[in-house]
């Protein structure tokens, strides 16, 4: 690696990347790409001899970023984000330029020392109880997903379960979450070797905005029981993927603990906007769960991947996890005085990503962090008062945090242009058709969620560079597709 060399052409990568920026809302949203579009431009195999950085960027400018879908837009409000920023962009470039593998202390320790201070700062803002920290004898690891995160979670109380009740008894192991839970839960018990049949979605409750009710969860564990099988995991969710619903955690750990159940916390989109004093509320009762996972890379600025996993008992995760070949014995690890983290994961080697979140609390600061994710609450609220003040449209469930989810409505009739529209035909077809126009015209990015048999389209704050214009701009949209389409429905 030659540094001069190297300085040359990371300058002109800088430059490509800051263009992107600039004029990144000049592309549409969505890719509109047709699928196997890349192959017919690109050769068949790769160079024989070397290329240019110059053409290669060129190739990158004509042929990949027509198939982005471009999710650092200001008009990218569909699943949720997962926004970046300077300070998460130098970090994972420092980290790169590194390029450490620090698997355990010994291998670098600044890695693994760092990660554990940052995950120590983090819990702190999140007020997490000391039994999660380092010094309460807990501790966090940062992993590339939620899914990692479950399924190591979901290890360590099998593990645990299985060495009380023997392992014979594997297939009698359930796992319980909501149908509201996202899909990494049930992926995670198909990893862990739990029986498919015993995997529980119960039913969400409407009336509680589509959360996990205690005493569904009761009735259910109680008829597992019954059965003879063995509750073995929760998993509660604070900020579903469809409609940012909040478990009630005090309330299902108080069931799932009284039998001796291991209780996990997703709170992957929701669980930055906890470090603000008047979201924490949504965490209350986490003294009572395992463990508690949140992605920084989704609204915390951090940029892919960060998950922030913390447990109260690493022990737990450590003595399913490791595995302590000869060629990695050394001095620190047999003295116990140091974390190895590759036992508190999958894999064995592991990026240094504890820099991004460090660059990313130290150049905002918590000050800025906090209002960085009011304003996308903020945001929210106005399109949620805009979606209110137009009768063809209501929000099926209150707004929590920055994501809003609309829906025409099919229990009220009203009126257009003076027609009277036949709320009968404003089925879930219908919003389907508004959503897919409003994508195709590039103009802004929305994403959609079944909820209890309702259509409705999502809109979800949180990319860096979204201002106050953007969601007047996404709701015009909104309203100029409606238009049309609501229209041509009640001729
Ligand atoms: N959990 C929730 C609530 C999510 O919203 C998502 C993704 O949006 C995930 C888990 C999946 O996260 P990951 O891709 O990090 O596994």
């Not at 969860?217 to 969710?237: H, M, N, Q, R």
């Not at 996990?264 to 996972?293: K, L, M, N, T, W």
């Not at 609450?377 to 009768?391: I, N, S, T, Y």
């Amino acid at each position: 690696l030659d540094p001069v060399e190297f300085r040359r052409q990371g300058h002109m990568m800088v430059d490509f990347i800051a263009d992107y920026y600039q004029n990144i809302d000049k592309y549409p949203v969505l890719s509109q790409v047709d699928p196997g579009y890349l192959r017919k431009r690109l050769p068949e195999s790769a160079p024989d001899n070397p290329e240019p950085i110059e053409t290669i960027l060129q190739d990158v400018q004509e042929h990949i970023v027509p198939g982005l879908t471009h999710w650092q837009s200001p008009s990218f409000f569909a699943y949720f984000a997962s926004n970046v920023s300077i300070a998460g962009f130098l970090g994972e470039m420092l980290s790169t330029g590194f390029n450490v593998v620090g698997f355990n202390w010994v291998s670098s320790p600044a890695a693994t020392e760092l990660e554990s201070i940052v995950m120590d700062w983090l819990g702190n803002l999140l007020s997490l109880p000391k039994s999660f920290l380092f010094s309460g004898n807990g501790g966090g690891v940062i992993h590339g997903s939620t899914c990692e995160a479950i399924v190591c979670t979901m290890a360590a109380s099998r593990d645990q379960m299985l060495s009380r009740i023997g392992g014979d008894n594997i297939g009698k192991l359930v796992v319980y979450g909501s149908d509201q839970t996202h899909s990494a839960l049930q992926k995670a018990s198909q990893i862990v070797g739990i029986n498919p049949k015993n995997f529980r979605a119960i039913e969400a409750t409407r009336s509680t905005t589509f959360a996990l009710s205690p005493e569904s969860l009761k009735l259910a564990i109680s008829s597992d029981i019954e059965a003879g099988l063995v509750p073995l995991f929760l998993c509660a969710t604070v900020g579903t993927t469809a409609t940012t619903a909040v478990d009630p955690l005090g309330p299902l750990c108080d069931v799932a603990k009284h039998h001796g159940m291991w209780v996990h916390v997703d709170a992957a989109y929701a669980g930055s906007a906890c470090i603000c004093p008047e979201f924490r509320h949504f965490i209350d009762g986490i003294e009572g769960v395992d463990s508690f996972s949140f992605n920084a890379h989704k609204w915390f600025f951090t940029g892919l991947d960060c998950c922030c996993l913390w447990v109260k008992n690493p022990g737990a995760l450590i003595s399913s996890l490791s595995a302590n070949p000869e060629f990695l014995r050394n001095k620190p690890t047999d003295s116990k005085q140091v974390v190895d983290y590759k036992d508190w994961q999958i894999a064995l080697s592991r990026r240094f990503r504890a820099m991004k979140l460090w660059l990313v609390l130290r150049s905002y600061g918590v000050v800025n962090l906090r209002n960085f994710l009011r304003s996308h609450v903020k945001m929210a609220k106005l399109f949620e008062g805009l979606v209110a003040m137009d009768q063809r449209f209501e929000i099926v469930v209150p707004r929590n945090f920055s994501m809003v989810p609309p829906t025409t409505p099919t229990s009220n009739s009203f009126h257009q242009n003076g027609i009277e529209i036949n709320v009968e035909k404003c089925t879930n077809e219908v919003n389907c058709k508004l959503l897919e126009a409003i994508n195709a015209s590039g103009r802004v990015f929305m994403t959609h969620a079944m909820v209890g048999g309702m259509y409705v389209i999502r809109c979800a704050v949180g990319v860096t560079q979204t201002e106050e214009k953007h969601i007047a701009m996404a709701w015009k949209v909104v309203q100029e597709h409606a238009d049309v389409i609501l229209k041509n429905n009640g001729d």
